[in-house]
């Protein structure tokens, strides 16, 4: 297998320098089969690991002609027909392609953050909503309350300048 940016390749070494292997999209987004390169040409300069498998069904040449009895079958498919189902089946006999799950799971985990931060977003909006209506609400509130209180200031002082305005009355005692 070899690692590029995102995904690995995967093949099947067939002796001789030469890989086989489902090219899929490697020639340029043109779909193309199963096929048999040399070593170089599949690694495209980078390193090759080889990968184990845990439970193999077919080791050795019965892998080989497994895949040999595939060749130029062009019906790849990113999801459920790559080149690592093709290597998987061939080694186990059952076609997976874990890096496919992984995938899977890391879009579910992107999906859910991404309906949390919606979530978050709508919730943010509607808390800030909430916030800037009860800042509105109390400034109201206080704007009513000093024209109230401006009211009863202005009643106040035309009651005293009324009593001030009026000529003293004063009581004079009667001597006894």
């Known amino acids: 297998m070899v690692k590029h940016f995102g995904y690995t390749h995967h093949g099947i070494y067939a002796g001789r320098g030469r890989v086989i ?7 340029l987004f043109k779909k193309h089969p199963i096929e048999i390169t040399s070593i170089d ?3 495209h300069g980078k ?7 845990a439970h193999t069904k077919y080791k050795g040449r019965k892998v080989v002609r497994r895949m040999r009895s595939r060749m130029h079958e062009n019906n790849y498919h990113l999801i459920i027909n790559n080149c690592e189902h093709l290597c998987t089946w061939a080694i186990t006999g059952v076609e997976s392609s874990p890096q496919v799950i992984r995938m899977m799971n890391r879009l579910t985990t992107i999906g859910y953050i991404s309906s949390m931060m919606s979530f978050m977003n709508s919730m943010f909006l509607t808390l800030t909503t909430t916030c800037f209506a009860l800042v509105l609400y109390i400034k109201k ?6 024209k109230r209180r401006l009211q009863q200031y202005r009643e106040l002082q035309e009651q005293f300048q009324e009593h001030t305005q009026q000529p003293e009355k004063t009581l004079i005692k009667s001597p006894k």
Do not use: C, M, N, T
């Open 21 to 27: 292997h489902y090219s899929g999209f490697a020639h």
């Open 41 to 43: 040409k599949f690694s």
């Open 47 to 53: 390193p090759i690991q080889v990968q184990e498998y």
């Open 141 to 146: 509130k206080l704007r009513d309350k000093a």
